[in-house]
């Protein structure tokens, strides 16, 4: 049995949460010992928990925002939980929750939902109910979507408490007034009237039938069949009481549960229903406050704001009284032998009760705010009463509680009070925070220290005073501890807060922040805390949660000021946690620990923002032409190797891998290097500091995880470099640590946010499987446990805990201690090989053994921090701070070996030199039996077994590196850092640091003379020395300035000046020789950055941080000015600069932020490398004349290059990184393209100006905005008030009837009268004249060998079979669909996925045959889906957006989940396509864009399409792709070209492929062949057709027989022999292979609305006329077009004459014709409008054509005098746009309806309006298509007000009307049709409009037309 409180009560047990808020819902599992349960709150979860052993099986998160309303279990195995959340929207949720993840989510309902349940009977059906609602949901793919409950006739539409559902799609729901309601299906059947006297509250479903219960107390059974069995009344039994209502009931055999509104469980056996058991209590409404302790027995009292007193016993858990007060108790106290109970109450009394029969001795009211506080004195003699009103009464009583005194000094309400041993004091506390003290009984206020100071207090209530001082954090003024009482023989306290939290302290306590434990259960406020008599239990009750909590102390040994209790399994630390104070009294940190948990990874700009940035500046500057951009260079560089290893703040970052490589990063670099050869291998995938790595099980792949915005975790393949898989979306600011589990399969990453996250991956899929907050410091190390797949260790700061997988959380357990050691901080863990031991490594330098959680021993191992660990099979390795490797036994026992790393030890092979002995040591690994050593100084030492020691790689320590130089004439370079070395190194292939010194300062420049002898260098406190260059002892030595120095150069001739810049201003001149200082160049207003000499040694150039550029003439320093065109004369000896007009073109656009802080320039003066402050390299052709010039980046660096410098030879070039500490090596490389990320230049993405050519087709579809597509739009612009919403006058029906009136005429003439009179029930789709070819491509496909074709036009997807000519169709989609493909798999024959446009559309995949929807994806694209297409296996999906993000997503779409998504790109995306083997490939292309994405993980990374390989090409809008063997990749272009890739290189050009653009390609699977369509004038040789060969060397073209100018082709497909090709203009044509011959399948009309339609009067023949400017005949029967003509101009209305001979035409230039049926040719025609024609008309005696037009005319037309047509009259007084007419039968009237909703009738020809409603009311009328009058009112729909009914039709048998509006619904409708919003049947497939409607001369079909959909629909009519 479980029940929400704050607290799961089977025992007590919370996660750990800092404010637990309250439960508020629950739900069992169908196999009953799981439990979930949702709480209230800001960010609120679910938990599933085991009800045996009370353990927290799955955490469920971050789906709702405010609370979780209702649960449910699905009723099949179980595997799936609904939720519905308490936020604005009710959210409902469908999670997998043992997985933690949600698989689909939808609105719930605007108002609130009280109950959700899942159909047993049907897997994927639930049923919600709330206020005024009950819904329906289908649950598919990861969509959720709703139908509502029709309450219809059977019951009133009212609020549903609770639902069953039953078998055969029976729901039983239970109604606020007490009905039971039936539905089946969606509608209301019957309902069971007075079920309940009131309000059903809850319905419970089980094997037996059915158990409701209701506000009226009473429970009734049913059966299956809901008929009655029996019911049971609880207000009649025993313990019941008038109002008790029911909450919840559950059935079970025999046995009921009834939980009711006042907080009592009843147990109720059906053999003595007559004797309910109450089995829990608890009090209900209002607040809990009042809580007394019996003193000597083991009872409490509570009293509640629901009028209760309640006793309660401690032994047995159990009530044992109830009595009913009249006001609400605020207060209770046990007199000092129990005999007597006062109660304080809220308005200000008090009563005094006998304990004994709870019968009143005294009642009395002395104040009028609530009494808060009340104790007897110790003797019993006086009784304290403290009120709100600021005064504590004291009454006597023995004298009948006669009031003895007062205490008035408070100026606050009374919060607590606390009685003197002898009774003669009392202290108080108020709301203002004093306490005072006075003498009893008088109630004299005392003052003087003396009298207080001896008092002793027999109890301690207060929270005020010094010696609980310490219960309050530091630095608070804040009164949320309500209540507190001290336990004085074991010297503790506890407390009760605002915050939920119950916490033990030590008494006294009197230093503010102390330490305590705190314990988690109620949820929001503890009122109250009380220590039992016999102070074993501490009683706590909660304020809203009405509960009262029993809670067991555990008195134990006192260690270090914190109350440890004994460790219980299952129990102890785990509803503790540590105090928020830990580290009040700490000992001393480490210093090195200190310094690192100091260091903050925050970026003012990340590389994230990059983008954003150039957007933003780009809006700001205008783009300059293309002209004036300098080219990039053609060479371009390559990574040689890196000096430095990230140590200093990482730690277990190095690895030896499956080849014996060694694998460890520094800076952005991940780097594999071989120690055979000594060269590395680059992972450049990440873009800034790589902050952990560890390898993968296996050894054979590698995760690295980075600082940033969102920091990605790689993981990549060690021997390819090649990134498996991308982890974002879940940390902030950077990953500091991670392991992979022992399968291997999952991964866990630890964030550096403020609650440093952990998350678990399934890092090949991308999925995060689960995740929680590690802890508030930072943490170091997570290791995940070689054996439980599902167990994980931290280690922090004052931290071990051990965590277990929970669903999508964790759970965790602390290290406890015991008085083993001290909470000490850990820097290191592993798992032990043997029962589950784990042993962490301290700060101490002690080694912990734990068993988890419990601490065993500890083991004195290091001198300091035990920094690395590393556990081998048999045995540990570990490091410390003191240097000392040291291997132990697998128990810790024994030391078997130290290694101490000293410089005497090196061994000669090693690659550099130790900086210092003793080195601390960061990682520690081994393998191939040798020791692996990462120090916090940079270096990588390798440890043979036997002792010698190498040194593999080294670097610069912590601190910035900014100073380098190489030599002027060998491969040597020196650096100098702020790690206060100065270090010379080797950069040819022998990579080594060859000399070291350590200076006294950090140095921020240096440079060689000349000759390369002397090495000056700068330091940062304004000094600078030369020393010589290869022993780097001092030469000389200068202080004259006072900031650092930033540069320094010796002047090219034999070295005779030394200029020293300094961030005084200044540049210092030396004389050499003399070593004098001879010169000073001042004028510069901000510090100097660069300064350079020229060839003569003369002329000085300055960059200051002001961007100046200077010019000084050495050797006096007198400053000079020089013209921009002159400086690119001077022959400058170096150049660093990075001003001037040579450089203008290295600023990028948004240099606003980023600094470039170095350049340098090749010695053929021809490239120019900068390092700027994003960690990019680049590289420019120099001179970098004009803005923006384009270049060359590079990324390997992470925040800020600080220096770059080309060595002696131009080739090699060395960059510096600032806090990366790293130093690269990189070599020019003139050849290759570099493919080691997409490297080169960002030009691609700024080259606006250069279109990529221009075709009107392109650019028409790159403007069509698809959200004026979007639902309820009128497409007329109407005005005036809606037929539905006007009043009416009483009308002739309503008048009373006059005897001798003749009876009504018919409304609508019947034609053929012979034939029965035929209502029509039902309409059904039968065929669409429609292909979507204006904006869609590669949307027609062939299914089943060719036998059918499938198509989409609308909303609809047809599938038309070529054997029979027959349609069938999937209607799902509610809007245009935009895309369709087809699975090519086998295993997913005839599946297709269509996605549509919407504000929140939806893909559908689908089975072609069935037309059953297999699952629906609603995605993110907001706007609508562009395009879709499977992978190879057909397992996943990528559909692309048409928002401007353009994302595209890969789904698995049978699962329905998103695997990832990612920003396409700013412009269009036409088309995505998987390669045809590939799951993880696919290419996209569109307005000047082609990108190569690869799928890695869960993660979408692409490559740019280069183009720069081939001569002259230019990056063009593509439009379509196809692929070939080896790689290949076609992708067709706007200007016809077809361009062939390899990878993502452009290998060659088709040129001109077709004329015109190459609108689409398609690629056969089983011969690879690939056919193109594209826009092309039909001629000999071309077509708008081709075949290929697979490389596209050969083609072969075809003719479309259209007769089109132009022909053009969005679509083709190729089956049998047979290629199938769809045309923008709606054809779709087969074209045979072997004749070439072609055969039209289908027409359409072209893109426009086509609003012209009428039916011929005699046969199965209709007309239509669109915007396209084509009039077209369509065949009914055959389903075909028999004719068409083209008018030149927009057609509008369309009306075949009565005999069909002629028909009538309408255009939007205000002309009309008239032409003869047969031949379509012109008969006559006439212009007197300038304003569209709106409707045209015959009359019925074919005298008159009436034509209605815009400009709100109605003109008459003679045909008597044949084909002049003479205008012989119009109608006056129409007041709008005319919409429709009709005549009357008898030629005599004509009715206009208006586009002010009024319709009009008039006499013709005269034109005369008729007013006279009689007359009216007895016209019989030819026909009816008016959408005004009140015979067709009930045709408006409600929700009209967004939308219009824009046509009706009535059927010439005068029965039905048939309606289309803006909704694209067709309705069909009783006729006359006058009741508002009248019964319909609505029918789907249009899209957003229906423009008109006609039914066929027999009523056999009905024709509809569609406004933006072009499309012609033929119902069949039922």
């Known amino acids: 049995m479980s029940v929400p409180a704050g607290v799961k009560i089977v025992s007590l047990f919370r996660e750990q949460e800092w404010v637990s808020p309250a439960l508020h819902s629950l739900a069992l599992h169908p196999e009953r010992s799981l439990v979930a349960t949702g709480q209230v709150g800001k960010d609120p979860y679910i938990c599933v928990w085991d009800t045996f052993n009370i353990q927290t099986i799955s955490i469920l998160k971050d789906a709702h925002s405010h609370g979780v309303a209702c649960l449910a279990f699905s009723t099949d195995t179980g595997e799936r939980l609904v939720s519905v959340g308490l936020d604005a929207k009710n959210t409902v949720c469908v999670w997998d929750w043992k997985r933690g993840k949600v698989i689909a989510t939808a609105t719930g309902h605007s108002d609130r939902i009280f109950d959700i349940t899942w159909d047993p009977f049907q897997q994927n059906r639930l049923v919600s109910c709330g206020v005024k609602h009950i819904k329906f949901w289908a649950m598919c793919g990861n969509a959720l979507t709703p139908k509502r409950g029709i309450f219809g006739k059977t019951g009133d539409l009212q609020t549903i408490l609770c639902v069953a559902a039953a078998k055969d799609d029976i729901t039983y729901s239970g109604a606020l007034n007490g009905d039971i309601y039936v539905w089946k299906g969606l509608n209301l059947i019957r309902t069971v009237q007075g079920a309940h006297g009131a309000g059903i509250f809850s319905m419970y479903a089980c094997e037996e039938g059915f158990a409701t219960g209701g506000r009226d107390g009473c429970i009734r059974l049913w059966d299956v069949d809901f008929k009655p069995i029996t019911k049971i009344d609880l207000r009649e039994a025993e313990q019941g009481y008038k109002g008790l209502s029911i909450r919840s009931v559950c059935w079970r055999a025999d046995r009921i549960l009834a939980g009711t509104q006042d907080s009592e469980i009843f147990e109720v056996m059906v053999r003595d229903r007559d004797k309910p058991l109450l089995i829990m209590q608890g009090h209900s409404e209002g607040e809990l406050w009042a809580l007394g302790v019996h003193p000597k027995k083991p009872l409490a009292v509570t009293g509640s704001d629901d009028r209760s007193v309640r006793l309660w016993s401690l032994a047995d858990h159990a009530l044992i009284a109830r009595c009913n007060m009249e006001e609400a108790i605020r207060s209770v106290a046990f007199s000092s032998d129990g005999s007597q109970l006062a109660l304080g109450m809220k308005d200000g009394s008090f009563t005094v009760l006998r304990v004994r029969d709870m019968t009143e001795i005294v009642h009395i009211k002395d104040r009028k705010e609530v009494i808060h506080e009340l104790k007897f004195s110790p003797d019993s003699a006086y009784l304290a009463v403290g009120s709100n009103d600021g005064l504590v009464d004291v009454y006597a009583v023995a004298q009948r509680y006669k009031k003895v005194g007062e205490c008035g000094r408070s100026s606050s309400f009374i919060t607590h009070l606390d009685w003197s041993v002898d009774g003669k004091f009392l202290q108080t506390n108020d709301g203002a925070g004093d306490r005072l003290f006075y003498r009893m009984p008088t109630g004299k206020h005392l003052t003087t220290k003396e009298e207080i100071k001896g008092i002793h207090w027999v109890s301690w209530t207060c929270v005020i005073g010094p010696e609980v001082s310490g219960i309050w954090p530091k630095y608070t003024h804040i009164n949320e501890i309500n209540s507190l009482d001290a336990n004085f023989s074991s010297a503790v306290l506890v407390t009760g807060d605002d915050f939920g939290l119950v916490k033990l302290f030590r008494f006294p306590c009197l230093k503010k922040g102390a330490k305590f434990k705190k314990y988690i259960g109620h949820s929001a406020h503890v009122t109250n805390v009380r220590w039992s008599h016999d102070l074993q239990w501490v009683l706590t009750t909660g304020g809203a ?39 009040s009294d700490v000992p001393e940190l480490d210093s090195d620990i200190e310094q690192e ?16 940035l150039k957007q933003q500046s780009r809006e700001k500057t205008q783009q300059v032409g293309s002209l004036k951009r300098q080219q990039a260079p053609d060479a371009g560089l390559r990574l040689q190797f890196v000096h430095g290893y990230r140590g200093y703040d990482c730690r277990n970052n190095l690895f030896y891998t499956q080849a014996g490589e060694v694998v460890y990063h520094v800076a952005a670099v991940g780097v594999v290097y071989n120690r055979q050869q000594h060269t590395q291998r680059f992972y450049l995938g990440h873009d800034d500091d790589i902050l952990s790595l560890t390898v993968h099980p296996l050894k054979d792949y590698a995760a690295t995880g980075q600082v940033g915005r969102d920091p990605a ?187 101490a790393i000293k410089r005497a030890t090196l061994s000669s092979g090693s690659k550099g030199l130790l900086l210092e002995d003793n080195p601390s040591i960061r990682a520690i690994t081994l393998g191939h039996g040798r020791i692996l050593v990462g120090t916090k100084n940079g ?32 491969p040597v370079c020196g650096t100098v850092s702020d790690d206060k070395t100065l270090r010379i190194w080797e950069t040819s292939s022998n990579h080594r640091m060859v000399a070291v010194r350590k200076l006294k300062k950090g140095g921020r420049c240096c440079a060689f003379s000349p000759d390369g002898k002397a090495l000056a260098v700068g330091l940062n406190d304004g000094s600078f020395l030369v020393v010589n260059a290869d022993t780097l002892e001092d030469m000389v030595s200068f202080h004259h300035r006072k900031e650092l120095i930033s540069d320094i150069k010796f002047s090219r001739d034999a070295g005779k000046y030394l200029a020293v810049a300094s961030h005084d201003h200044f540049v210092d001149i030396y004389n050499v020789l003399t070593s004098k200082r001879v010169g000073i160049c001042k004028g510069a207003t901000s510090y100097i950055t660069h300064i350079d000499w020229d060839t003569h040694g003369k002329l000085l150039q300055v960059n200051s941080g002001a961007k100046e550029h200077l010019f000084f003439e050495a050797p006096r320093g007198k400053r000079q000015t020089i013209r921009p065109s002159e400086i690119e004369k001077i022959e400058w000896a170096t150049w660093t600069s990075v001003l001037g007009p040579t450089c203008e073109g290295i600023w990028p656009i948004h240099s606003g932020i980023t600094d470039i802080n170095a350049t340098s320039l090749t010695s053929d003066r021809k490239l120019l490398a900068t390092g700027d402050d994003f960690g990019f390299l680049k590289l420019f052709s120099y001179p970098a004349h004009g803005q923006y010039g384009r270049f060359k980046r590079y990324v390997g660096h992470s925040a800020h290059v600080t220096n770059v410098r080309w060595a002696q030879d131009s080739v090699t070039l060395l960059t510096v990184g600032g806090a990366d500490t790293a130093l ?42 698809y959200t004026t597509k979007i639902y309820a739009a009128s497409i007329r612009e109407m005005t005036g008030t809606k037929p539905h919403q006007q009043q009416k006058e009483a009308s002739a029906e309503e008048r009373p009837p006059v005897s001798r009136a003749v009876p009504l005429p018919e409304k609508l003439q019947k034609n053929n009268i012979t034939k029965k009179k035929k209502l029509v029930e039902d309409l059904v789709l039968d065929h669409v004249f429609g292909f979507r070819g204006f ?54 024959k005839n599946i297709i996925a269509t996605g549509q446009i919407g504000a929140t559309p939806s893909i559908h995949v689908w089975d072609a045959m069935s037309k059953q929807t297999l699952s629906i994806l609603r995605c993110s694209h907001a706007k609508g889906v562009g395009y879709v297409n499977f992978s190879a296996t057909g397992k996943l999906l990528v559909s692309v957006g048409i928002e401007p993000e353009h994302t595209v997503t890969v789904w698995r779409w049978q699962e329905g989940a998103k695997v990832t998504s990612k920003g396409g790109h700013p412009d269009r995306i036409f088309v995505a396509e998987f390669r045809p083997d590939s799951d993880s490939q696919f290419v996209s292309v569109g307005i000047k864009h082609v990108r190569f994405w690869t799928l890695a993980g869960g993660s979408l990374m692409y490559k740019k399409g280069v183009v720069g390989l081939v001569e002259d090409a230019r990056m ?34 088709v040129a001109k492929a077709h004329t015109g653009p190459v609108f689409t390609m398609y690629t056969t699977l089983r011969d690879g062949l690939i056919v193109t369509g594209g826009k092309e004038r039909p001629t000999k040789e071309g077509g708008a057709v081709k075949l290929w060969d697979q490389e596209m060397k050969r083609c072969r073209a075809f003719q479309l027989e259209t007769g089109q100018v132009v022909d053009c082709v969005r679509s083709v497909c190729r089956g049998k022999g047979k290629i199938l090709v769809g045309t923008k203009d709606g054809e779709i044509i087969e074209v045979g292979e072997k004749n070439a011959a072609s055969n039209i399948l289908i027409n359409s009309h072209m893109q426009g609305e086509i609003w012209g339609l009428a039916a011929h009067p005699a046969k199965d023949v209709f007309i239509t006329a669109s915007d396209d400017g084509t009039v077209r005949i369509w065949d009914l029967v055959d389903k075909k077009l028999l004719n068409k003509v083209s008018l030149g101009h927009p057609a509008k209305c369309a009306s075949y004459s009565p005999d069909g001979e002629m028909v009538a035409i309408g255009m939007k230039n205000g002309e009309f014709v008239v032409l003869l049926t047969n031949s379509l040719k012109m008969w006559g025609k006439k212009r007197d409008r300038s304003a569209a024609i709106q409707d045209i008309r015959f009359s019925p005696d074919k005298h008159l054509l009436v034509v209605g037009s815009a400009e709100c005319t109605v003109d008459l037309y003679d045909l008597m005098q044949g084909s002049s047509l003479n205008r012989i009259g119009y109608c006056k007084d129409i007041p709008s746009f005319v919409i429709q007419m009709d005549f009357s039968a008898d030629s005599r009237f004509l009715q206009v309806s208006t586009g002010a909703y009024k319709r009009q009738v008039h006499e013709v020809p005269s034109g005369k309006m008729v007013t006279e409603q009689t007359v009216i009311d007895r016209i019989t009328w030819a026909s009816w298509t008016s959408v005004l009058g009140d015979e067709v009112l009930g045709v408006w729909p409600r929700n009209a007000d967004k939308a219009n009914v824009n046509c009706t039709c009535v059927s010439h048998a005068g029965l039905n009307v048939v309606t289309g509006d803006d909704f694209g619904l067709v309705k069909l409708f009783d006729f006359p049709c006058s009741e508002k919003f009248a019964k319909h049947k609505r029918f789907f497939g249009h899209s957003a409009h229906v423009t008109n409607i006609r039914f066929s001369y027999d009523d056999k079909y009905v024709i509809s037309t569609g406004g933006d959909d072009c499309s012609v629909f033929v119902w069949r009519c039922l």
């Open 597 to 612: 948990t100091q260091i903050n990874y925050e970026r003012q700009v990340y590389k994230e923002d990059l983008p954003q």
């Open 1335 to 1388: 904006d869609c491509r590669n949307n027609l496909h062939y299914l089943n060998d060719g036998t059918d074709i499938i198509f989409h036009t609308a909303a609809t997807a047809l599938v038309h079979s070529l054997t029979l000519g027959t349609q069938s169709f999937y209607l799902e989609h509610t809007d245009d669909i935009l895309c369709l493909t087809v699975n090519q798999h086998p295993k997913y």
């Open 713 to 899: 975790v790689h993981v990549w393949d060690i021997q390819s470099l090649k990134c498996l898989s991308l982890l974002k979306g879940h940390h902030h600011r950077g990953v500091c640590a991670l392991d992979f589990s022992a399968d291997g399969k999952s991964l866990v990453s630890v964030g550096v946010d403020d609650d440093h996250t952990i998350a678990v991956w399934d890092w090949k899929k991308g999925e995060k499987l689960a995740s929680a907050r590690g802890h508030k410091d930072k943490l170091f190390v997570v290791k995940c446990s070689p054996l439980l797949m599902d167990k994980l260790v931290t280690v922090g700061m004052k931290h071990i805990r051990f965590w277990q997988l929970a669903g999508g959380g964790l759970t965790f357990k602390r290290g406890v201690f015991g008085n083993l050691g001290k909470p000490e901080t850990m820097m290191s863990v592993c798992y032990g090989h043997a029962d589950d031991l784990v042993f962490s490594g301290a700060a101490t330098g002690d080694i912990y053994i734990w068993k988890e959680p419990v601490l065993l021993k500890t083991i004195k191992a290091h001198d300091g921090p035990v920094f690395a660990m590393f556990s081998l099979d048999k045995g540990f390795v570990t490091g410390g701070k003191d240097g000392v490797v040291e291997l132990w036994d697998d128990t810790f026992e024994r030391c078997l070996k130290t290694y």
């Open 1224 to 1265: 690269m090596i990189w070599t020019l490389d003139a050849s290759v393209p570099q493919d080691s990320r997409p490297v080169d230049s960002e030009e691609s993405e700024e080259d606006t100006e250069e279109d990529g050519g221009y075709d009107s087709d392109v650019a028409r579809e790159k403007v069509i905005d």
């Open 545 to 583: 949660d009405h509960s009262l909590f029993q809670w067991r102390f555990l008195p134990e040994g006192i260690m270090n000021g914190v109350v440890e209790p004994t460790f219980q399994d299952g129990f102890g630390d785990s509803n503790s946690e540590e105090s928020d104070s830990e580290l």
């Open 939 to 970: 270096e990588i030492l390798e440890i043979d077994k036997s002792g010698p020691i190498t040194l593999l790689v080294q670097g610069h320590m912590e601190g910035e590196v900014w100073g380098l130089a190489t030599h002027p004439l060998l």
């Open 1516 to 1549: 063009q809008t593509m439009l379509s792709v196809a692929f070939g063997a080896n790689n290949l990749t076609f992708t067709g272009a706007i200007n016809g070209d077809v361009y062939v890739w390899r990878d993502h290189f452009l290998l060659r050009v």
